[in-house]
């Protein structure tokens, strides 16, 4: 659960904002955009995590779609502790930005999950093929109902990338549905404010959120859970910060290369 959480909340940091905010097209991120971040766990470097717009564009149903690739590694001297190689792959839709098919490949500790989400969109469904080391789990496919424009966590990220959010005030509460592990979930979203944030890359103007967690299975409190994207077009997540039940997380952008805008960097 640990490891999950560390590499599962960068794909997470980006949904500021949802329907009915909807984009008015794509500015935030084009093709060959990467972001990688360095994940501490208390003191110890634990790992890296990296979210890519791979260069190919397949077509689903006569639809152009971007790749998205998210990957969370943990570092040798950590994985004496608990090792991780997990891979997140989203096609999502040029136009709508909605997934077509959703790919999940985990592996943490020996513990091991394949899953293919297929959406139907049309529909309102999904379909959902599964196997690995939860035998009990595993299934050739099963069939899903969602609501309308329902989002994986990846593609959840670049949509909300591009959200209007002159409307929305400070300490709003906005809701984004997502689907992931067979169930829907409304991620609830509450804006904070404004902080310049120092990384390796510099310092970085930025939005201050909290989304509202459950409590309980990993966190005491409902705001345990921080993070700050780039106050600028890209909303690049730029810091997540966490205390749950066994200790504290803390992931940091350590570069970035390939943004659609200038990022908003605090000049001297």
């Known amino acids: ?45 634990a790992g890296e995590a990296t979210v890519t717009i791979a260069p190919d564009s397949l077509r689903f149903n006569n639809h ?10 943990s570092r040798s001297a950590f994985e004496w502790f608990y090792k991780v190689r997990d891979r997140y792959d989203s096609y999502i839709d040029e ?29 309102n469904s999904v379909n959902v093929r599964r196997d690995g080391s939860d035998a009990a789990r595993s299934t050739s496919g099963k069939r899903f109902t969602i609501p309308a424009s329902t989002h994986d966590i990846l593609s959840a990220f670049y949509y909300a990338r591009n959200m209007n959010l002159d409307g929305v005030k400070m300490g709003d ?20 404010g404004r902080e310049t944030i120092n990384t390796r890359a510099g310092k970085i103007r930025c939005i201050k959120i909290h989304p509202l967690i459950q409590q309980g299975r ?9 993070l700050w994207v780039s106050d600028d077009l890209n909303r690049i997540p730029v810091r997540l910060q966490a205390e749950v039940l066994v200790g504290s997380i803390k992931m940091d952008l350590k570069s970035y290369s390939n943004l659609a805008n200038p990022l908003a960097l605090q000049v001297k």
């Open 64 to 73: 152009n779609t971007f790749h998205l690739v998210g990957t969370g590694k």
């Open 95 to 123: 136009q709508t930005l909605l997934p077509h098919l959703f790919m999940r490949r985990v592996d943490e500790g020996g513990f091991i999950i394949n899953q293919d989400y297929t959406f139907n969109q049309t529909q």
């Open 1 to 45: 659960m640990k490891s999950r959480l560390l590499f599962l909340s960068v794909f997470l940091l980006g949904t500021l904002s949802a329907q009915p905010l909807k984009p008015s097209g794509n500015q935030a991120f084009k093709r060959g955009e990467v972001l990688t971040y360095r994940v501490h766990y208390g003191l110890m470097d």
């Open 173 to 192: 509460v906005i809701t984004i549905q997502t689907f992931f592990d067979e169930e829907v979930f409304p991620m609830k979203i509450k804006l904070i």
């Open 218 to 226: 990993v966190f005491k409190e409902e705001d345990d859970l921080t």
